[in-house]
């Protein structure tokens, strides 16, 4: 624990969250506790304290964006793929609570067990000493200069761009609803649909539900700018 505080630059007050964020929800099999005892809420939290902070830089950073660059702006800063980067740096993973079969099929450096984790910490560093110290941990890895322009197809946040594309056309906000979960916790594959203006427009699967709502939102946007250059591709998708 110590060692960890010392990576992250805060020491906590109440070490149980700290605890609570480095757990799997694969340990509770062996442990017997339930999910709640798990990372999963603090995750929750931790992403929405993430969105804050950083909506609220890009703010100060540029007076004049208007709502749709911001919106990139803030998908170049804080991708998944970013996440479990900074995760790997700190090695965060080591320090994980999972099962023995989690660990065995490489838990313990899978991208979206690191993003997860670096967001529960997000959220317990929040809740132990408030917005400040989390501020502070997350501009450690957000204080590199903001580029704008066009970003790698691997680097891109589908969910970001999709958002920006229907804002732009006065449409609903996308959402995502979970139609499938299959295989053991272990190697879930997620199928995820996105809706906008009532219709779905894409599917997509992962290995966590963020990857699943990735690729949905992916797909949506080839189905739209279909759509736009006159192709008749406003149908909705048959589930």
Do not use: W
Not at 79 to 100: T, V
Not at 158 to 182: A, F, I
């Amino acid at each position: 624990m110590s060692q960890l505080e010392n990576k992250i630059g805060y020491r906590f007050k109440d070490r149980d969250l700290l605890d609570s964020a480095l757990k799997h929800r694969s340990v509770i099999v062996t442990t017997g506790e339930t999910r709640e005892d798990t990372n999963e809420r603090l995750e929750f939290l931790g992403d929405a304290v993430l969105d804050l902070i950083v909506r609220e830089a890009l703010l100060e950073l540029f007076p004049g964006a208007r709502e749709g660059q911001l919106t990139r702006y803030k998908s170049q800063q804080v991708s998944g793929r970013q996440l479990a980067r900074l995760a790997r740096q700190m090695e965060l993973g080591q320090y994980l609570q999972m099962s023995q079969g989690e660990e065995r099929s490489g838990g313990r450096s899978r991208s979206s067990i690191l993003e997860d984790a670096m967001e529960a910490l997000i959220g317990a560093i929040y809740l132990d000493g408030g917005l400040p110290p989390a501020r502070k941990f997350i501009e450690r890895f957000i204080s590199q200069k903001v580029r704008p322009g066009h970003e790698p197809e691997r680097d891109r946040n589908h969910k970001s761009l999709l958002l920006e594309h229907v804002q732009s056309r006065g449409m609903k906000h996308p959402t995502y609803r979970v139609v499938s979960e299959n295989g053991p916790d272990h190697a879930k594959v997620f199928t995820v649909e996105v809706v906008v203006e009532d219709k779905v427009f894409g599917s997509g699967h992962g290995k966590s539900k963020k990857q699943a709502e990735q690729s949905a939102a992916r797909e949506a946007l080839k189905h739209l700018r279909s759509s736009d250059s006159g192709n008749d591709a406003d149908v909705e998708l048959e589930s």
